[in-house]
């Protein structure tokens, strides 16, 4: 059963130009969440799909980001117009489950392995 | 809003010494996780805790929750070299927010 799979594991974009993050869930999960991480930081929440639907953005800058997880395919993370301060380690993560205060479950969340963004 | 805070964020020790990583978090949550980061890889989920008094142990690895005192420890008993990695602790906020907080992580290193 393959994990999480994310690509590119690598991207170089000059400034301006557009990003797109790849994230193919585990199999069977169909809770997709994007973190970033700053060099030395922990991880910081940004969005939480279903298939088809954004749960909770609330994390994802207001301009620039967006992210989608279609019927068909993965769910994909774009970032336009990168700057320098874009420049960070992406991951995302999924769940059987939602992970929330509301939920009696555990949520425990399976991680990819990161897209790591460098804007030139 | 959720703060968790690590500490030490930095931490160099011996092989076969014991130590204590602190996670302390500033508002009411009853779920708590410790994830380890190897350089450059994904995280690996190490422990859930889910309620008081919750304690698990894996190996040289034993972590707790303490909900009343918002504190969680991870203890490394008899370290070895293979443990060098960050340790992350996160939390669930409250109110049914979406998605977990982290801190900012210890690294640690331990020599042989």
């Known amino acids: 059963n393959a994990g999480v799979m994310q690509n590119p594991r690598h991207l170089v974009r000059r400034r301006g130009q557009e990003a797109r993050l790849r994230c193919s869930p585990m199999?069977?999960?169909?809770?997709v969440y994007w973190y970033r991480q700053l060099p030395e930081e922990g991880l910081k929440f940004m969005v939480y799909l279903q298939k088809e639907n954004i749960i909770d953005e609330s994390g994802m800058p207001k301009e620039r980001f967006s992210a989608e997880f279609p019927k068909e395919g993965p769910s994909i993370l774009r970032i336009q117009q990168v700057v320098r301060g874009d420049s960070a380690a992406y991951f995302c993560?999924?769940?059987?489950?939602?992970?929330?205060?509301?939920?009696?479950?555990?949520?425990?969340?399976?991680f990819g392995e990161g897209s790591r963004l460098t804007v030139l | 809003e959720l703060k968790v805070e690590q500490n030490p964020l930095f931490l160099s020790m011996q092989e076969g010494k014991n130590y204590t990583i602190y996670c302390n978090y500033s508002?009411?949550?009853?779920?708590l996780y410790w994830y380890r980061q190897d350089p450059g890889k994904s995280l690996e989920s190490l422990f859930v805790?889910?309620?008081?008094?919750a304690v698990k142990q894996e190996g040289r690895l034993m972590a707790s929750l303490d909900t009343k005192a918002r504190l969680s420890t991870l203890h490394i008993t008899a370290a070895v070299h293979d443990l060098s990695a960050t340790y992350f602790c996160?939390?669930?906020?409250?109110?049914?927010?979406?998605?977990?907080?982290f801190g900012k992580g210890t690294h640690l290193i331990i020599q042989p």
């Open positions: 993560a999924s769940s059987t489950r939602r992970t929330s205060g509301r939920s009696a479950n555990t949520g425990e969340l399976f």
């Open positions: 199999k069977g999960h169909s809770h």
């Open positions: 508002t009411t949550s009853d779920r």
């Open positions: 996160a939390v669930i906020p409250g109110g049914g927010a979406d998605g977990l907080t």
């Open positions: 805790l889910l309620s008081n008094g």
